[in-house]
């Protein structure tokens, strides 16, 4: 059974930086994983996303060179490293994982963590 718990969100000022944590249970490694986020009243989208072997990274083009995902096997977490953070990345961040290759879409991932909140304050 894949079971996943982030933590790491806070409230940090414009410009400032976070690393959230999700800790992966029951994956292998033909497993994708990813993180989310969703704003209020917005869809969730894709933020990063990568392959539990580490390869196939994928960055949605608004947090290119800013975000960093990685992926410490030894200690079965997923971590998204965020710099320059600005008031637009204020959501709800989830880390998810599904059985396969990278997949862009909510659908396309089957277990999902409970959330962390970021807000980035102006």
């Known amino acids: 059974q894949v079971q996943l718990s982030e933590s790491g969100g806070g409230l940090v000022p414009t410009g400032g930086s976070l690393t959230l944590s999700c800790v992966i249970s029951?994956?292998?490694?033909?497993?994708?994983t990813g993180w989310f986020r969703q704003a209020p009243g917005k869809d969730r989208e894709l933020v990063a996303g990568?392959?539990?072997?580490?390869?196939?990274?994928y960055y949605a083009d608004f947090v290119k060179g800013r975000f960093t995902i990685s992926r410490d096997i030894s200690k079965y977490t997923l971590f998204l490293h965020m710099l320059s953070l600005k008031p637009e990345d204020t959501a709800v961040y989830y880390c998810a994982a599904t059985a396969g290759v990278l997949g862009t879409r909510e659908s396309d991932y089957d277990y999902w963590g409970q959330g962390t909140q970021v807000t980035v304050s102006s």
């Open positions: 029951g994956v292998t490694f033909n497993y994708y």
């Open positions: 990568i392959g539990w072997t580490g390869y196939d990274s």
